[in-house]
């Protein structure tokens, strides 16, 4: 059984860094394509990051620059290091994996995903 938890979110002001944590147990995590998502308040899911079985990355354009993904499979962890935090950033952060892609940017081809981490970032 594949679960993913996501964790390092909270508040924060404009400008400011932060870095997120997603843990991942069960599942061949080496063979996984991994990404980053967030739901704004009243918005639906869009991509943040994506990092390939052979760690390549993909970003979409709004976080060039200044996001961040990473993986490491001692212990089983991806992140995502943001910085130049904008109050556009705010939303709810979500990994997730996908272990039949060597990579993949759209939400609704990703059948596992953790809960959540509340990120907010204030002007």
């Known amino acids: 059984q594949v679960q993913l938890v996501e964790t390092g979110g909270g508040l924060a002001q404009a400008g400011d860094s932060l870095t997120l944590s997603c843990v991942v147990s069960?599942?061949?995590?080496?063979?996984?394509?991994m990404a980053w998502f967030r739901e704004a308040p009243g918005k639906e899911r869009e991509f943040v990051a994506a990092i390939s079985w052979s760690h390549g990355v993909y970003y979409a354009d709004s976080v060039k620059g200044r996001f961040t993904i990473s993986r490491a499979t001692g212990p089983k962890t991806m992140w995502l290091k943001m910085t130049n935090l904008k109050p556009e950033d705010t939303a709810t952060y979500y990994c997730?994996?996908?272990?039949?892609?060597?990579?993949?940017?759209?939400?609704?081809?990703?059948?596992?995903w953790g809960q959540g981490t509340q990120v907010t970032v204030s002007s």
């Open positions: 069960g599942g061949n995590f080496a063979g996984f394509a």
């Open positions: 997730a994996a996908d272990s039949t892609r060597p990579i993949e940017t759209v939400a609704a081809n990703f059948p596992f």
